[in-house]
């Protein structure tokens, strides 16, 4: 049924596409291009439970903010785990989105990725916290589908494309043909945890104890998956866990090599056990095509290499993987009607308005 206050209010609003990460949030303003790219963490005053920052400026206070602040992360493992927080994140994003427009709400036309692997549950959550963050209209895309038509795979032919989708909470693997995941794997091992198995290495191996910034960027910093040309160095610098002093300590990318290797072998495993299930005509067009890698564990060095030696095909890395998913999501904002097949269906969902 039409409804002419939504279509009034759909005359201020940008059409925006969001990649609700569990370590970053972008959003994608159709006909401008992306206009947010900030953390998933939100600042709160535990007094009066109002939202103290978003985005870059909360994950700044991680680990420095009094006992009155508290930096949260509302997502984890790529679904939501705080569903108020996140509402109000979202919110703040489409808010920002249209600060120009002061004069009215915004209620925009929204497409959000999400991981294949979630439950309905989960589902619903992210839609309801769009909704009730200001969206008029919420549509569900699964992360990998969105992360192909951003790195320009033909997603809507009948040939197979496959992509390799690393965030921050989740690795996504699909085979793609024909608008929809033939195949496909979704774990929970992804750059988090990547970020986790440095700190236990640094606790375990030198009894320092590291923060989960320090982590982040040892790992953006030295971090690979094949031997390098030139091993580098890098310090960790933490609390002595024996003498609860300061304490900076030299590491080989070799080191960091070697703690990571369990989450890379699990991500490895998981291609490969997407590739095990598909159909053989489609492995065809895989040799043929190659894997795309997106998201950020795809500029993790040697990767590309790695996944190449296991799995026999082309492995290459999509331009700009950070942003393929909200760049997909943009695409189908501005091709709504042709590309409406790669959306979510919710099972017994109201109809939207």
Not at 150 to 164: C, D, F
Not at 192 to 204: F, H, M, N, T, V
Request: hydrophobic letters at 40%; proline letters at 5%.
């Amino acid at each position: 049924m039409f409804n002419p206050i939504s279509a009034f209010m759909g005359l201020f609003s940008h059409d925006i596409g969001i990649d609700l990460g569990t370590a970053n949030t972008l959003v994608m303003v159709k006909g401008k291009g992306i206009v947010i790219n900030e953390p998933s963490v939100v600042a709160i005053d535990q007094l009066t439970k109002d939202i103290y920052a978003v985005g870059l400026e909360a994950k700044r206070m991680v680990g420095r903010t009094p006992s009155s602040i508290v930096a949260v992360r509302p997502l984890k493992d790529g679904v939501i785990s705080d569903f108020d927080t996140t509402e109000k994140m979202l919110r703040s994003f489409i808010q920002k989105v249209h600060q120009q427009n002061s004069f009215t709400m915004p209620r925009p036309r929204v497409v959000v990725g999400i991981p294949s692997g979630v439950t309905e549950v989960e589902r619903r959550a992210v839609r309801d916290a769009s909704i009730s963050a200001g969206a008029r209209e919420a549509y569900l895309i699964e992360e990998p589908m969105a992360a192909a038509i951003g790195a320009g795979l033909p997603v809507m032919e009948p040939s197979g494309s496959m992509v390799v989708d690393i965030g921050g909470g989740t690795t996504e693997v699909a085979v793609i043909c024909l608008g929809g995941i033939v195949a496909g794997r979704s774990i929970r091992v992804a750059g988090d945890e990547i970020d986790q198995e440095i700190i236990q290495y640094a606790r375990q191996k030198y009894n320092l104890s590291i923060g989960e910034r320090m982590a982040e960027e040892i790992k953006f910093t030295a971090g690979s998956c094949w031997p390098l040309e030139e091993e580098i160095t890098v310090q960790f610098k933490g609390r002595d866990l024996i003498t609860g002093l300061p304490k900076s300590i030299q590491v080989s990318s070799a080191e960091i090599r070697e703690a990571i290797s369990n989450s890379v072998s699990t991500i490895v495993e998981a291609v490969k056990d997407a590739i095990e299930i598909t159909p053989p005509e489609l492995v065809a067009d895989l040799m043929e095509h190659g894997i795309a890698l997106v998201g950020g564990g795809a500029l993790l060095r040697g990767l590309d290499r790695r996944l190449s030696q296991e799995t026999k095909f082309r492995v290459w890395v999509a331009d700009d993987p950070l942003s393929c998913v909200v760049r997909g999501t943009g695409t189908v904002l501005e091709d709504l009607d042709r590309l409406r097949r790669v959306l979510v269906r919710l099972q017994y969902a109201k109809p939207l308005k």
